[in-house]
């Protein structure tokens, strides 16, 4: 059974850091690519970060280049997002994806889905 947990999030003040974890199960991440994405209340589900499953290649939405860093552990089939120098505004529920589409934050070209893990930056 195909399955992603992601783990990590939290409530951390403006300024602080989490890490995030995206952890798989009945199948390895090898040959995928990994997307990080975030869904705010009221708004889409928008894409933060993925990283590709042959040379490690990364892109970034603006909005957290920087500040984001997204790597991935074939052996330990995880894939993690460093959250650096958070803001009120990256509070969403964050959540990790499977692609066999090749590197690329859109939606629909992701066939697996975590549950989700919320964070919240606030003071």
């Known amino acids: 059974q195909v399955q992603l947990a992601e783990s990590g999030g939290g409530l951390v003040q403006p300024g602080g850091s989490l890490r995030l974890s995206c952890a798989a199960s009945?199948?390895?991440?090898?040959?995928?690519?990994i997307g990080w994405f975030r869904q705010a209340p009221g708004k889409e589900r928008e894409g933060v970060s993925c990283?590709?499953?042959?040379?490690?290649?990364?892109y970034y939405a603006d909005s957290v280049k920087g500040r984001f860093t997204i790597s991935r552990d074939n052996v330990k089939n995880t894939v993690y997002l460093q959250m650096n120098s958070l803001k009120p505004e990256d509070t969403a529920v964050y959540y990790c994806?499977?692609?066999?589409?090749?590197?690329?934050?859109?939606?629909?070209?992701?066939?697996?889905w975590g549950q989700g893990t919320q964070v919240t930056v606030s003071s």
């Open positions: 994806a499977v692609s066999e589409a090749g590197l690329n934050l859109l939606v629909n070209e992701y066939d697996y």
């Open positions: 009945g199948f390895t991440l090898d040959y995928y690519a």
């Open positions: 990283i590709s499953s042959s040379d490690g290649s990364t």
